[in-house]
């Protein structure tokens, strides 16, 4: 797992090999725009938006990395959490935030999440107390406006884009990881034609100058605009693949995206991206 860890390191941006996977144990707290921050740690990111009315956050990511998230936002101000959104359910990142709980959070996600959350045998997930419905969540909060948008599935059913319009800030969790050919079996719950869709629809529909990625210590829309270009190529070299009458088995075979081969696991992931790439057109999902 370490040396997992220690290679996505190395890989997601900074790919300078100064970055140990112990420097990225390290808190970092991360000034984005006036209030709005990234906090990364261990290979995952929140974003913290802090006002004179309280703090947002985005995404708990586990009790250790919620503790030192919340030492750090005490640093910067002595407002409580007062929100913390979900992006999507999965346990990884949705578990750890009773600390917020305690002093008076309330939990926002989208109504398609509430069955998935509460499914969590481990009970460490705090479930929402306030859920959407629909395509879009506004939240204002001391001057600061936090939107929450709904394109449909894409890594998993319920997952919110997370929108700063004033600020310009995008955050993407799980369906943008630029710069890596992700593991097979994290592919079992990702839509990959509803992520094409995503990636899609916040380029063409969103006005953003910075991107937080859910697992990468940093991301920018040059990046997001890369990962958009591989899921569009992977898609057309498996639909034309298909369209040819090729078989799965073939296309795992013989499709090559050269324009990416040197994403970190390019070679030995790649057949398996093409594979649920084309269940994923054959299902419709
Ligand atoms: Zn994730």
Redesign the pocket.
């Known amino acids: 797992m370490k040396r997992f860890l220690t290679a996505l390191a190395l890989s997601v941006g900074f790919a300078g090999a100064s970055l140990a996977a112990e420097d990225d144990m390290k808190p970092v707290m991360t000034e984005l725009k006036d209030g709005g921050y990234q906090f990364h740690m261990a290979h995952?990111s929140s974003l913290v938006v802090i006002t004179d009315e309280g703090v947002l956050v985005v995404d708990p990511n586990h009790e250790f990395r919620a503790e030192a998230m919340r030492a750090e936002i005490a640093r910067l101000t002595d407002q409580p959490v007062v929100k913390v959104l979900y992006s999507h359910p999965?346990f990884?990142?949705s578990r750890g935030g009773q600390i917020f709980k305690d002093e008076g959070a309330k939990f926002i996600t989208h109504a398609g999440c509430t069955e998935l959350l509460a499914r969590d045998l481990e009970k460490r997930v705090v479930q929402p107390d306030v859920t959407y419905e629909g395509d879009e969540y506004r939240i204002e909060l001391g001057g600061k406006v936090v939107e929450m948008r709904y394109y449909g599935a894409n890594?998993g059913q319920c997952n919110s884009a997370i929108y700063m319009p004033e600020d310009k800030v995008l955050m993407a969790?799980?369906w943008h990881l630029q710069g890596f050919v992700n593991m097979p079996g994290r592919l079992n719950t990702h839509d990959y034609v509803g992520s094409l869709n995503t990636l899609r629809r916040v380029t063409a529909e969103l006005d953003f100058d910075t991107v937080i990625s859910?697992?990468m210590p940093s991301s920018s829309p040059e990046q997001l605009a890369e990962d958009l270009a591989f899921n569009k190529a992977l898609f057309k070299a498996v639909w034309d693949g298909m369209q040819a009458g090729k078989s799965v088995e073939e296309l795992k075979e013989t499709v090559k995206l050269p324009a990416f081969s040197h994403w970190f696991m390019y070679e030995q992931n790649l057949p398996a991206h093409v594979e649920r790439m084309a269940y994923s057109i054959w299902h419709g999902q």
């Open positions: 995952y999965h990884d990142h890594d969790v799980d859910g697992h």
